[in-house]
C-alpha cells in the first residue's frame, strides 16, 4: 500500500513514518502542503493529511484530491476540536477524522478497517449482493436503484458489516455536515425497504448495523 503523509510536526511525522515502516508499508512524507499538491497523482492508496500545514492547507490538499480520486481513504489528521472544522472536513469528502493526541495505533487501525475486503463483493441474504468498488446494489443479479445518500450510508454500513456505525459518524459523512437526525432516518426507511427484512437494524442509542 502506497501512502501520503503530510505532517509539518517533524517529530510526529517521523514517528508516524517508523511505525509503518516497520509494518512494510509504502508511505512518502512531506512537512509542506505545496510539494504535497505536485504529486497528489502519484498513485497513492490512501492519505493522511494534517490541516494545518505551510502554504497549501489540509482542507486545500483534500479537496484537490478528491476531485480526482472518488473513492480514496482519506484520513484527516488535527488538532483543530471546532466542530465547523470537522463539518468542514466530511463536506470536502474526508473518509475519517482523527483528533491530536492519538495514539498512532489508532491510524493503523482505522487503515485497516478502510482497506480490508475493500473489493470483496458484500452479499446481503440470500439474493442481494453490494459491490464497493463499482457502488451497486443487485438482487439476483438486477441492479436496484440508489439514490446518493441511501449508497453512502449502504457503503458506509457494508464496509463496516456486523459492526454498529455510529450515527452521527453516518451523518458527518452522508451530508459533510451536522443535520438533523431525522434526515438520516428517512435515508434508513428507504435503504431497508429495498433490502431484505431483517439485514439492516437500529442500535437504539449509538447507531446502525448491517447483518450479512
Not at 505545496?34 to 502519484?42: F, G, P
Not at 451523518?171 to 437526525?181: E, P
Not at 426507511?189 to 447507531?207: A, H, W
Request: aromatic share 8%.
Amino acid at each position: 500500500m502506497k501512502i501520503m503523509l503530510v505532517e509539518d510536526d517533524f517529530a510526529l511525522n517521523k514517528a508516524i513514518i517508523n511505525y509503518f515502516a516497520e509494518d512494510n508499508y509504502d508511505i512518502e512524507s512531506f512537512s509542506d502542503g505545496k510539494d504535497a499538491l505536485e504529486v497528489i497523482d502519484n498513485n497513492y492508496d490512501l492519505f493522511l493529511i494534517d490541516i494545518n500545514v505551510p502554504n497549501v492547507s489540509g482542507l486545500d490538499l483534500l479537496r484537490a484530491i478528491r476531485a480526482k480520486r472518488r473513492l480514496a481513504p482519506i484520513l484527516i489528521l488535527s488538532g483543530e476540536t471546532s466542530i465547523h472544522t470537522i463539518e468542514e472536513a466530511y463536506e470536502h469528502g474526508c473518509t475519517d477524522f482523527i483528533k491530536k493526541p492519538f495514539n498512532i495505533r489508532e491510524i493503523e487501525l482505522k487503515i485497516r478497517r478502510l482497506t480490508r475486503h475493500e473489493n470483496d463483493i458484500v452479499k446481503i441474504g440470500r439474493t442481494f449482493t453490494f459491490d464497493p468498488v463499482k457502488q451497486k446494489l443487485l438482487e439476483n443479479g438486477q441492479e436496484i436503484h440508489l439514490p446518493i445518500q441511501e449508497r453512502k450510508l449502504l457503503d458506509l454500513l457494508a464496509r463496516n458489516k456486523n459492526e454498529i456505525v455510529d450515527k452521527d459518524y453516518l451523518i458527518l459523512t452522508i451530508w459533510g455536515k451536522v443535520v438533523d437526525s431525522v434526515n438520516l432516518r428517512q435515508v434508513v426507511k428507504r435503504l431497508r425497504d429495498k433490502l431484505p427484512e431483517g439485514t439492516l437494524n437500529n442500535v437504539s442509542g449509538n447507531g446502525y448495523i448491517l447483518h450479512v
